[in-house]
């Protein structure tokens, strides 16, 4: 891995129900991210994805360019922006920005075709 | 809000992982490796047990965030909040059967552009007391 590399790109539709499961899995129930008609009451369009579920987009492209292995995804930062919606495809695109010491900084961002709702994140994983 | 109030704590929230609860977090977020499902592989690859995604770290310590982010000495105005960012810093794998004791800090307060951001520290160690992850938290409440 070198400096300049982009990682495989991370493609991903969540359908309609992601968001409950990860409701679920996670503990997080904000009537925002489950119900559509709450979402629209508060003036969203819809219903919006979970922002953590979003960053585990990116850290699975992570932990992908890793060679699979979750031991080697060290850090992960992101910020928040745009909001996402079920049932558009999600693209997570990165790039290596250094790699020293058996460490590569991954620039990397998730987007909703132009609307990019997760920025200016940076992955840390152990390259062999 | 009780700017006076930022590097209090929260301390001892114990969370005890289950491997059905790893693999329910992995379909949910599309982790299919079989390490995170599949307690031979996990073991081949050199886990205790099923080893859980990095960002579990969500289910284990997000729990430990609520009274912090509720607390009325933070003062938040719940309404006007947003996640505004999020970092994570992992150290030993956490697999099913371990349980993960996360302390909270609130380690910073300030505004900009009509913006108050509240910063929050978790850090979480194993049943042996290694560092598992380290999480800085941004939440960002508008003004108004």
Redesign the interface.
């Known amino acids: 891995m070198n400096q300049g590399d982009k990682i495989d790109e991370l493609r991903v539709t969540p359908d309609k129900y992601v968001p409950h499961r990860y409701a679920g899995a996670s503990g997080d129930f904000n009537p925002i991210h489950i119900d559509r008609e709450f979402a629209q009451a508060v003036g969203l369009p819809s219903n919006i994805l979970h922002g953590l579920w979003g960053m585990a987009q990116v850290a699975r492209a992570a932990q992908a360019a890793a060679g699979g292995d979750p031991r080697h995804v060290k850090r992960l930062a992101v910020q928040f922006r745009g909001m996402g919606f079920p049932e558009q495809e999600i693209v997570v695109t990165g790039e290596v920005t250094s790699v020293s010491d058996g460490r590569a900084v991954i620039a990397t961002e998730a987007a909703q075709g132009d609307n990019r709702i997760i920025r200016n994140a940076e992955a840390e994983i152990e390259v062999g | 809000m009780a700017a006076e109030n930022v590097g209090k704590t929260w301390k001892g929230f114990t969370y005890e992982v289950g491997l059905e609860?790893i693999r329910?977090?992995a379909?949910?977020?599309?982790?299919s490796?079989p390490?995170?499902h599949d307690r031979d592989a996990a073991r081949e690859?050199g886990f205790r047990d099923v080893?859980?995604?990095?960002?579990f770290v969500?289910?284990y310590s997000?729990?430990a965030m609520g009274p912090a982010i509720f607390d009325p000495d933070v003062g938040m105005d719940f309404a006007r909040m947003?996640?505004?960012?999020?970092?994570?810093?992992?150290g030993e794998?956490v697999c099913a059967g371990d349980a993960i004791t996360t302390d909270v800090e609130w380690k910073d307060l300030s505004e900009r552009d009509g913006k108050q951001f509240f910063v929050f520290e978790s850090v979480s160690r194993n049943q042996d007391g290694a560092e598992v992850a380290r999480g800085?938290w941004t939440n960002i409440v508008r003004g108004g």
Request: proline share 9%; hydrophobic share 45%; charged share 15%.
């Open positions: 609860k329910e977090y379909n949910a977020v599309g982790s490796e390490v995170h690859a080893v859980a995604p990095p960002m969500v289910v997000a729990r947003l996640h505004g960012s999020q970092e994570f810093v992992w794998p800085t």
